[in-house]
């Protein structure tokens, strides 16, 4: 039974990793035509609310008509002011027009209430200010809850954890519903219930905060985080002492912790692989095999296909899913969905040659990958580039941040021995800034996101760990200092900011020989990329001639 799963699992990652090399010739560019939902924003400069996007909560138990406060605030974005476009060399100056229009297609159900969640749960998602869900929280919970094994893809910061959180949360430990029949069975059970893997101890770490939140303060030892980097020790003394419903975990530490005998998820209901395109990676190969093989896996299950998957939910996630995780997720899966925003498809419906991303019909697998990657990316995003020399990069990032007047900044170099000298570098012109990577110990790397996100350090700079998943609802700039391997990286990078309907600019700076590669992105993604430089304290967009020729 291992041998012919093993065997599978293989192939696949084998099918993956031929198709990520894949170099996408033809460029996609309908990215203008997905549907979006305009929301006009009363007051320009106002705090960006869930009332200001005409999304405020109907009066109701779990719907007072309290509206979430974002975090984020139109009176931080930046570029609206600051921005000027110039046509031609004589800068003639026109000022861009502050849009009124904010996009914004995350909400359109009313209230969690219509989810079909348990009180319990809908009570912590009052206590922690959630009120509405995203789209794709509104298609994901139902489909989970009746037991689908899922796919979910949509954009950066659409709200895709508690997609599959709350409808694993409303079966299983202390918020599930008393009505449920399983769930007395599941109140005895002392097994982990359900595994959440990540790719990164960030993540990890990120996922394990969600769900803490949600149990509130009397139940948070209901969840063990697994990540590597920190006690292992600690961590198989919790999972002994605690009992936990659910691990979250990176898979080496996982896959470690269960070597040695001491998790045990042969009773595991459900298994979500975050970032799945991440985690399909060869880097992750055997460690994903072995969770694949024992989680949910009772030692009496039946050695053919269906009786093997029977004993657990599968949920894959990612905003880039490429059609190998489609083809895994049919072998891995029984009967799954894809689940987008507002749109659960059964995935056998789905075929290389229709892209799960799109209603526009194009031809191959390439086309498909091209088509998730477009959708990967939040509407309301600026992307611009400017051009500098390699020994000016840093200047050009402190200017740029001048000229937006950017207050939370994540700027990305592909390589962690150079971002120590960018730091140097801003500090000594008086902007606080620093490093985060996988060399820094573990409190190390919180110590920096805790201050980053507290506002004390305005420019992270940091390498492709920070791509995929990190959080920070206040970063209203992305700047690629290097530039990303292809556009999925571009994209996971550029999702770091414009979170959850939030606007946010990247601005990626290249040398004059990369310009071609920047253009190529600029096709693939099917999004205009504008050329801009910094001029007198601000961004000024020139036309794209200009950019070649200079
Ligand atoms: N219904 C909601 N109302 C308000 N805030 C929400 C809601 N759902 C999620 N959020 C918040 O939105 C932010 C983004 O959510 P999340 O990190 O799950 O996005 P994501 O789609 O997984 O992004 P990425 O692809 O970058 O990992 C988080 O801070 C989360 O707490």
Redesign the pocket.
Known sequence: MAGSASTRFLVLLKEFSAFRKISWTSAATNYHRQSRFLCHVAKENGSLTLESLELGNKPGKYGKSKA?KLEGSFATEMGQDKVRAVKNDKMKVVKEKKPAEMVSPLFSAKSFEELGLPDSLLDSLEREG?S???DV?SAAVPAIIKGHDAVIQ?Y???????AYLLPILSEIGPLAGKSRSSHSESDKRTDIQAMIVAPSRELGMQIVR?VEKLLGPDHRRMVQQLVGGANRMRQEEGLKKNKPAIVVGTPGRIAEISKGGKLHTHGCRFLVLDEVDELLSFNFREDIHRILEHVGRRSGAGPKGDDERANRQTILVS?TVPFSVIRAAKSWSHEPVLVQANKVTPLDTVQPSAPIMSLTPTTSEADGQIQSTIQSLPPALKHYYCISKHQHKVDALRRCVHALDAQSVIAFMNHSKQLKDVVYKLEARGMSAAELHGDLGKLGRSTVLKKFKNGEIKVLVTNELSA??L?V?ECDLVVNLELPTDAVHYAHRA?RTG??GRKGTVVTVCEESQVFIVKKMEKQLGLPFLYCEFVDGELVVTDEDKAIIR
């Open positions: 979430i959630f509405v869900p995203t929280q949509s950066t910061g659409s709200g895709k954890t508690l969600e905003a995929r998943g959080d609802a999702g979170r959850l």
